[in-house]
Each structure stands twice: as structure tokens, then as C-alpha cells.
């Protein structure tokens, strides 16, 4: 019986799938951002719909909007950071920088931005 010791990979190895794996998500994340301001007003009016009974109902509002804005944000971020870093890693650049901004703005995506975003980390932190 003979026993084979796993051999380290670098990170480069892996890179084209990677990159590839980024350019999905990142296309998925700016699909979610076109959604998201195109369904502004539903949202709004669905969660408006919801104060009815609440006394202070305006400042409810506008802490709605500041998560809803600040939702839009990071989702595009995570879309753009995702889309340069997967283009970086297919073309065999050094994108590390890009890779550890894409992985950590979609540590919060479950659960496909959360995995992808730790196996990154993973591979480009020492």
C-alpha cells in the first residue's frame, strides 16, 4: 500500500477557474443591482405598507432608504470588484489586491458569495 503526500498547490493553479467562478458571480451581482433599482419603488411601497400602525413612521422611512441605498452600494461593489478581479486572474495577473476586496464585499452574499469569498481569502491570504 502506498502512500502519496498531498503536494501544495499555489495559487496560480487554480487561477483560471477562479477568475472564471468571479465572473459569474460578479455577473450575477450586477443583474441583482439592475433588480434592486428597478424595483425601488415596490420595495418602498411594500415596506411603507408595513408602518401603517407605527406612530414616528418617516424616520422609519428614511432608515429604509439609507439600507436600501447602502445595499445597492455594496452590491455593486462586490459586481465590479468581482468582474476586475475575475478578468485579472484569466488574463494571469497578479490580482491579489482585487481578489481580497471581491472576496471580502461578498462575505455577506449567502451563500455562493460567502463561499467563494472564503476560498479566496483562503488562497490569497499567507
Not at 429604509?64 to 468582474?83: D, E, K, M, P, Q
Amino acid at each position: 500500500m502506498s502512500t502519496k503526500l498531498a503536494t501544495p498547490q499555489s495559487p496560480r493553479a487554480n487561477s483560471t477557474t477562479l477568475g472564471a467562478l468571479w465572473i459569474v458571480y460578479a455577473i450575477l451581482r450586477l443583474v441583482a443591482v439592475i433588480l434592486l433599482v428597478l424595483y425601488a419603488g415596490t420595495a418602498t411601497v411594500m415596506f411603507g405598507a408595513l408602518l401603517t400602525r407605527v406612530v414616528d413612521y418617516a424616520s422609519l422611512m428614511a432608515i429604509f432608504h439609507t439600507f436600501y441605498i447602502a445595499a445597492i452600494i455594496v452590491t455593486a461593489l462586490s459586481g465590479l470588484f468581482g468582474l476586475f478581479a475575475g478578468l485579472a486572474l484569466l488574463a494571469g495577473k497578479s490580482a491579489r489586491t482585487l481578489s481580497l476586496v471581491a472576496a471580502f464585499l461578498s462575505l455577506s452574499d449567502l451563500p455562493c458569495g460567502t463561499t467563494l469569498g472564503i476560498y479566496t481569502l483562503i488562497v490569497f491570504l499567507p
